[in-house]
């Protein structure tokens, strides 16, 4: 019997795959919904693995969501992103990593945090890692117009990857590199939701009939 990590990885990886640039199929993916992100390179099983579950709260805001990774050069937009930024720093050893966590997307933040940074460098970094995610980041998307239950099933496909132990990192996988514990153990790009509630049978059930 097959688990539903397994489940989810045959149903998505079968689904219309979208790298980058993506302009030009934009009418292809949906106002609302979520995305599901696969890197070169990993693997679960004989399938591409998947690496990061994510969507938006805004309305019909899918697509910008799906910019802030691959084109805003801010990872203050973007946890991925930050994410990304982070192991780069710790495998180059680098001592900014400590700086790359200040944003200043608030007043506020801006005030206190903008004259520590070196913004000619995070301009560098924001490049490489655009340019990372571009080569290597492909997705598929599934339509889901209901924030509320988008939001929801995003959480419990998490926590389902996250409590499963199935999702194993290829020995490259930059995030092996991360700061962050939760990244490296559990071969996704996210910390939260990894252990919060699964779904329900009719959940499972409705999950797969939109993917499908």
Do not use: A
Request: include cysteine.
């Amino acid at each position: 019997m097959k688990s539903k990590v397994e489940e989810l990885h045959i149903l998505f990886n079968k689904k219309r795959r979208f790298t980058f640039p993506f302009e030009s199929v934009e009418s292809y993916i949906p106002k609302n919904g979520i995305y599901v992100l696969f890197e070169k390179g990993e693997y679960f099983k004989d399938l591409d693995r998947i690496v990061q579950i994510g969507s938006h709260t805004g309305e019909n805001q899918l697509v910008p969501r799906l910019k802030q990774h691959f084109l805003l050069e801010n990872k203050n937009r973007s946890i991925f992103r930050k994410n990304i930024g982070r192991c780069l720093l710790k495998k180059s050893n680098n001592q900014y990593i400590d700086k790359w966590e200040l944003d200043t997307t608030s007043r506020i933040d801006k005030e206190k945090n903008l004259k520590k940074l070196n913004l000619d460098f995070e301009k560098e970094l924001e490049k490489e890692i655009s340019e990372i995610i571009q080569k290597k980041i492909s997705f598929c998307v599934i339509e889901l117009n209901d924030k509320r239950k988008r939001l929801d099933f995003v959480k419990k496909m998490i926590s389902t990857f996250g409590k499963s132990n199935e999702l194993i990192p290829s020995e490259n996988w930059l995030g092996n590199f991360s700061p962050k514990e939760k990244i490296f153990r559990s071969g996704l790009w996210q910390v939260n939701n990894l252990k919060g509630n699964g779904f329900s049978d009719n959940e499972y059930k409705e999950l797969k009939e939109l993917i499908e």
